[in-house]
Structure formats: C-alpha cells, structure tokens
C-alpha cells in the first residue's frame, strides 16, 4: 500500500472516532437531531475507510451505503447487523437533516452509540490485520 493511501485511511479511522465523541457532546447538550448527525458521519468515515482500502471509491454517500453493503455484508465479511444499522443511520442523518418539524429523541439515538463505537473497533481491526499480513 501506497502511503498516501496509508495516511488517508488512518485519516479517516481518526475522523470517525473524534466525531463520535463529538456525538456523545452533543447527546450531553439534548442536540438529538446533531447527534444522529454525527453518529452516523462517525460510521461513514469508518466506512470511507474500508472502501479505500478495497479501492473502491465511492463518490455519494448512497454509493457508500452500497458498496458497503455489496462488498462486505453481503460477502459475510460484516455481519448484516451492521449494515441495517449503517442503513437506519444513513435515512435518519437525512431525515434529520432535512425533514421540518421532526425532532429525533434520547429513545432514539441513545441505542446507536455503542454498536457504531463496535463498528469502528471492527473496520479498524480489520484494517489494522489486513495490512499487519506479511
């Protein structure tokens, strides 16, 4: 592996893990609709990750969502469990983004801090084995 690409993913690793914590702040702060936000930008750079190192590029986050789905669920590499939520998260980062009068609650988001904290321990344990291969 290139190191420009090396730098990119650990980037990105990096990315995914300061913006969870940003979620866990603004969960502190009530922020539910930020939150989700965040958390599932938290799982998309986790994701941006596992797609780069697979040299797959997506250019939409829908086109993320897919071949994350195509590449790695599907193959078994992740278990389904985690693409539904990946999928749940995607759908409510734009419904809270963009939808009016909706507002998400601690109910809701609360559940996802710890499997998407899972998620990224996962991809990066997997990244970090992958390329520790002689």
Same mark, same amino acid.
């Given at each position: 592996?290139?190191? !420009?690409?090396?730098?990119? /993913?650990? &980037?990105?690793?990096?990315? +995914?893990?300061?913006? *969870?914590?940003?979620?866990?702040? $603004?969960?502190?702060?009530?922020k539910?609709? !930020?939150?989700?936000?965040? /958390?599932? &930008?938290?799982?998309?750079? +986790?994701?941006?990750? *596992?797609?780069?190192?697979?040299? $797959?590029?997506?250019?939409?986050?829908?086109?993320?969502?897919?071949?994350?789905?195509?590449?790695?669920?599907?193959?078994?590499?992740?278990?389904?469990?985690?693409?539904?939520?990946?999928?749940?998260?995607?759908?409510?980062?734009?419904?809270?983004?963009?939808?009016?009068l909706?507002?998400?609650?601690?109910?809701?988001?609360?559940?996802?801090?710890?499997?998407?904290?899972?998620?990224?321990?996962?991809?990066e344990?997997?990244?970090?084995?992958?390329?520790?291969?002689?």
């Amino acid at each position: 592996m290139n190191r !420009s690409k090396n730098d990119l /993913i650990n &980037y990105r690793l990096f990315r +995914a893990k300061d913006t *969870l914590d940003d979620a866990h702040i $603004l969960a502190e702060k009530q922020k539910w609709n !930020s939150a989700i936000n965040r /958390i599932y &930008y938290a799982a998309y750079y +986790a994701v941006m990750a *596992l797609l780069l190192d697979a040299d $797959l590029h997506p250019t939409t986050h829908n086109g993320a969502k897919s071949n994350f789905s195509e590449h790695f669920i599907k193959t078994n590499l992740f278990d389904k469990e985690y693409g539904k939520m990946y999928s749940q998260l995607f759908s409510w980062r734009q419904k809270g983004d963009y939808d009016d009068l909706f507002d998400f609650s601690r109910e809701k988001v609360e559940p996802y801090f710890e499997p998407v904290a899972k998620m990224l321990e996962l991809i990066e344990k997997k990244l970090k084995d992958k390329n520790a291969e002689p």
